[in-house]
Every structure is written in structure tokens, then in C-alpha cells.
């Protein structure tokens, strides 16, 4: 790579990967630079920007010559939104690139007895959930995405990878006033979309009760805390599958975790049936509303004992064990601290699905904990495999390995993992 001498903050430099999270890595004599929408082989101009963090980040400014393996993004504002990494990549090869990260972070931890599992499938299913941006430009007020590594909102009339009806609920907020929203989440269950408008004054904001056949509940936060915009509060379900042939409907509610898509999440669900089996007594630890561990215990009749930071997840998690006749006994606990393992020890199997920092503290502790099975969830799969060495390191084995992609087009892909003792 050669430094233009003319403007010294622009450079010509060639892709060499794609890192976990999406972004293009380039080496140069000053070290490594770190790019957005790049695609292995493109060379590129690039406009070098101020270190973040230790890191040297630039900005394409021109392709010289594209890669093989780069296609005409279907977005308009791909090369300036942040919300997808992948847009100028095939779905196939972002299926083939995101196994491979997988399988190169637990790689260590393998055996040849290792039943391994790639993304199963480059079908692009779209997401339902989402975080739009307030901005502001010259046609006034707008709900986006950021702008890559940057806070810069940038404005689009549909995002490609939304389901439909977050499509059209984009569009009629578009509609709406919205001075004073710094952010809009929404979320889309079986039967409803719960819509946050995170803010400092409660909104003026009149939304219809439904749309597209789904129920609409609107909800203000401020400081963390969710309050009901309209009234009466209307109750939303996944509905999830349990067992062969069977589904649960869980209550979910605007504060409660779920995953990107309703089909990954769904994946997600079975290949835990299949890997668990009949246990009769399951420990989950993260345990959101239950997403994971619930349907498990309808499909064999186990009991469940789960722990959760969040106190709403644990009052939805109680609630809707109750309501599928399921005993449980959930509890709020910081799992990554100290916390009383005595309910946990020895269950049948072990649902770990922490947050992307991982559950190091616990698996530290699994020598105490001896559950039967372990089935590990893990979003950043950099932590997984650290965690997964902290199994091995007191006797567990990996017996199996799975790559889900959860989020279309995104620089992000989940590992689910089975230990058994060796």
C-alpha cells in the first residue's frame, strides 16, 4: 500500500478479509486499517480517519477494481447506512464466510468425534427486529441508521432487510411528529408489534390499534423504564415450537430480549430439543422470558430453573411458565458476579445464552454447577470459544457445533455449542 503524497490522509490499499462484525481489514506499513463495505480483493482508495479506541479506521472513497466476489447492492443507501456489513456480498458467501468464523474461533476446542454444523441454509430472511435513529437534514425530521462507526443519521425510504410490516410501520411514522424522539425500537411477534419511543417528554403521538392484521401497542421510555402509550395494554405472544408438531405462545413484552428473526429463533429452539432430549430438569441461566428453556419443558415435562439480570424478563419468564402449566422458579441475579448456584446444581442440561460478553464467571464455576449437558448460545463467538475453553479446561467436551445466521446481511452470526463431560 502506497500513501498518496498529495493528500496525505489517502491511501490505495487492497482488501484482505472480513472480520467477525463485518469490517474489511487492510494492512499497511502504519498497521492495520479497518474499512466498511469492502469485499476480499477490492482495491480501493481510501480516506484515512483520526484513530478510535487504538484502532485506524478509513472510508472507501473509490473502487479502483472490484472484487470477483462483490454484486450490485439492492439497498440505495448501502454504501452509506451501517445497518448491514454484507449488502455487496452474495448470501451464499456470506453463509460460507460466517461458518468459517465459527468454526476458526472454536477450532481449538474440535475433535474429529466434533459433529459440526454450518449456516444450513443463504437464504435471506428478514429481520424483525429494529432500533431507528431520529435525524434531521434538509427535508426535516426522519427515523434511520447510523452511519457506520459514526452517530450520523442516515436517512432511507425502506430498509431491504425489515419484514414487510416493519416496512409499513416505518412509513406511517414517517408520518407522524416526531420532534423531540431520539430513537424508536420495535419489535414483531406472532400477533402484535410492541413500538418504543424513547424519549424525555411523553409523545404526542396517536398510533392506530392495528395494521397489516397485526396488533400495535405503543410504549414511552425514558431513563429504562417502559410505560404504556395506549391503553388498554394489549398482550403479545411468539408463538414457538415445542416438540414435534407442537408450538407454546410466550408472552413477550417490550423490555423482553428476543432474537432477529423469527425463523432463526425458531432453528435455534429445535436444534436445543434435539441436543436436550427428555431432561427433567433444566437450569437456564440468561433465561430472558423463557424463549429458550420453556418450550423445552412443554415438549418433555421438565422443570426449569432460570436466572436473568432483568426483572421484567424474570416476572414474563414466571408469568408464562405458569400459564403453560410449567414449574419454574425464576430469579433476578447478577450472573456475572457472585450469585447463589445452589437451585442450578445438577440439572440435566444447562441453557447458557448470555449477552455478548459472555458467561466466563459461570463457566468457571461448572465444576460446580455438573450439569448433565451443556447447551451454550453464543452471540459473540470470541467469548464462546474463550468460554468454551473454561468447559474444556474442567472436563467437558464439545460434541457439537452449529453456525446460525440470525441477521441478514449483517456483520454478526451466532454459535450454538453442546459440552458433555469427557
Not at 410492541?194 to 396488533?215: R, Y
Request: net charge negative.
Amino acid at each position: 500500500m502506497k500513501r498518496n503524497t498529495a493528500v496525505s490522509n489517502i491511501c490505495k490499499g487492497r482488501v484482505e478479509k472480513l472480520l467477525p462484525g463485518g469490517d474489511a481489514l487492510i494492512r499497511s506499513d502504519d498497521g492495520a486499517i479497518l474499512v466498511a463495505n469492502g469485499i476480499p480483493e477490492d482495491e480501493v482508495m481510501i480516506q484515512l480517519q483520526p484513530m478510535r479506541r487504538g484502532v485506524r479506521r478509513g472510508k472507501i472513497i473509490d473502487i479502483l477494481n472490484p472484487s470477483p466476489l462483490r454484486v450490485e447492492a439492492s439497498c440505495p443507501v448501502a454504501d452509506r447506512c451501517g445497518g448491514c456489513a454484507f449488502q455487496f456480498l452474495e448470501p451464499e458467501h456470506q453463509a460460507e464466510l460466517k461458518s468459517t468464523w465459527v468454526r476458526d474461533a472454536f477450532r481449538s476446542l474440535m475433535d474429529e468425534q466434533t459433529e459440526w454444523m454450518p449456516v444450513a441454509s443463504s437464504d435471506m430472511y428478514p429481520r424483525r427486529r429494529v432500533r431507528w435513529q431520529s435525524g434531521h437534514d434538509d427535508q426535516g425530521l426522519f427515523l434511520g441508521f447510523y452511519a457506520p462507526a459514526s452517530h450520523q443519521t442516515v436517512r432511507h425510504d425502506r430498509c431491504m432487510v425489515l419484514t414487510p410490516e416493519l416496512q409499513q410501520l416505518h412509513a406511517l411514522l414517517q408520518q407522524k411528529d416526531l420532534k423531540g424522539v431520539d430513537q424508536v425500537q420495535a419489535v414483531q411477534l406472532s400477533d402484535g408489534i410492541h413500538i418504543v419511543f424513547e424519549m424525555n417528554d411523553e409523545p404526542d403521538i396517536t398510533m392506530p390499534d392495528s395494521q397489516a392484521g397485526l396488533v400495535l401497542q405503543s410504549w414511552w421510555r425514558r431513563d429504562g423504564v417502559s410505560r404504556p402509550l395506549s391503553r388498554p395494554v394489549k398482550r403479545l405472544h411468539d408463538v414457538l415450537p415445542a416438540g414435534y408438531g407442537h408450538t407454546v405462545a410466550l408472552e413477550i413484552g417490550p423490555d423482553a430480549f428476543v432474537q432477529g428473526q423469527f425463523e432463526g429463533n425458531q432453528a435455534l429452539i429445535r436444534q436445543i430439543q434435539a441436543w436436550a432430549g427428555q431432561p427433567r430438569r433444566i437450569a437456564d441461566l440468561f433465561c430472558g422470558a423463557g424463549n429458550l428453556s420453556l418450550p423445552l419443558a412443554v415438549a418433555s415435562g421438565a422443570s426449569v430453573f432460570g436466572a436473568e439480570l432483568s426483572e421484567a424478563s424474570v416476572r414474563a419468564a414466571s408469568g408464562n411458565a405458569q400459564q403453560l402449566g410449567v414449574h419454574g422458579h425464576f430469579v433476578s441475579a447478577n450472573l456475572f458476579e457472585n450469585f447463589d448456584i445452589e437451585p442450578y446444581i445438577g440439572a440435566d442440561v444447562l441453557i447458557l445464552d448470555a449477552p455478548r460478553r459472555g458467561a466466563k464467571r459461570i463457566c468457571d464455576r461448572i465444576q460446580h454447577l455438573l450439569p448433565e449437558k451443556i447447551i451454550m448460545v453464543s452471540c459473540d463467538i470470541a467469548a464462546g470459544a474463550r468460554d468454551g475453553g473454561l468447559l474444556a479446561r474442567h472436563g467437558y467436551q464439545l460434541k457439537a457445533l452449529r453456525a446460525l445466521d440470525i441477521f441478514t446481511c449483517a456483520g454478526h452470526v451466532e454459535a450454538i455449542s453442546l459440552w458433555e463431560p469427557g
